[in-house]
């Protein structure tokens, strides 16, 4: 089995941010060769976490 890890820094330049890592995620998968699987995407600091949704003005306003 395969196995691959691809880390990503993004920098926050305000308290409440959002980001849309899709590309760097398919972009990430597209470049580890691994055809089947599952990705994990996670966040190092406590302060940080990882909201799974579409990239949509109403959703964004909700979560502000």
Excluded: P, Y
């Amino acid at each position: 089995m395969k196995s691959t890890t691809t880390e990503s820094v993004i920098v926050a330049e305000r308290r409440a941010s959002f980001f849309d890592v899709t590309e760097q995620l398919e972009r990430a998968i597209k470049d580890s060769g691994v055809t089947e699987g599952c990705a994990v995407v996670f966040c190092r600091h406590t302060t940080c976490g990882v909201i799974i949704n579409e990239w949509e003005d109403g959703v964004l306003e909700d979560l502000r």
